[in-house]
C-alpha cells in the first residue's frame, strides 16, 4: 500500500488511521454494493425505457426516478472499486473527479426524495380524485381543489 504522500492533498489514506480496515468487511461490503448497484442499473434501465415515451404526469415522475437512480448506482462506482482495491483511492486520486463526483453524488441523493414526495404528491390526488387530470403547468388544480372534487 502506497503512503499518503503518494496521492494528492485531498486524499486521506487509512494509515493515517489509529486503525486499519478489515479485508472481509471490505470485501464484503463491495460485493453488496456491486450487487445492489447492478440489480439497480440494470432496473432502473428497464423502467427508465418502459415510461420514455409517455407524457403523462406520474410516467414522467417515474421516468425522472429511475434516471436518477441510475446516475446514483454510477455515483458508487469508485466506491466500489475503493473497497476492492485495498481502500486505495484509484478514481478519488484525481482532485478534480473527486469534486465533481462529490457535486453529482450530493444533488442526486438531494433531488431523488423531492422527485419521491411529487410522486405521492400526485398519486394522492390520483387516489381522491380519479377523474381529475393533473397536467403540467396547470393552475387550477391550486385554486379550485377540495378533496370533494369527484361531483
Given at each position: ?28 461490503i ?29 410516467p ?6 429511475s ?13 466500489i ?9 484509484g ?16 444533488i ?26 393533473i397536467?403540467?403547468g ?14
Amino acid at each position: 500500500m502506497a503512503e499518503n504522500h503518494t496521492y494528492e492533498d485531498h486524499v486521506w489514506m487509512h494509515k493515517d488511521m489509529p486503525s486499519g480496515p478489515s479485508v472481509t468487511w471490505d470485501v464484503t461490503i463491495g460485493i453488496s454494493c456491486l450487487a445492489a448497484t447492478l440489480l439497480g442499473f440494470v432496473g432502473n434501465s428497464l423502467a427508465f425505457g418502459y415510461f420514455h415515451g409517455k407524457k403523462e404526469l406520474a410516467p414522467r415522475l417515474y421516468k425522472y426516478l429511475s434516471s436518477i437512480d441510475i446516475v446514483i448506482c454510477l455515483c458508487q462506482i469508485p466506491v466500489i472499486q475503493a473497497f476492492f482495491n485495498g481502500r486505495n483511492p484509484g478514481l478519488f486520486d484525481d482532485k478534480i473527479f473527486c469534486t465533481f463526483w462529490t457535486v453529482v453524488s450530493d444533488i442526486s441523493t438531494q433531488f431523488y426524495p423531492m422527485a419521491v414526495l411529487l410522486l405521492s404528491a400526485s398519486r394522492t390526488i390520483a387516489i381522491a380524485c380519479p377523474f381529475y387530470g393533473i397536467r403540467k403547468g396547470s393552475t387550477s388544480f391550486t385554486t379550485s381543489f377540495t378533496w370533494d372534487c369527484v361531483k
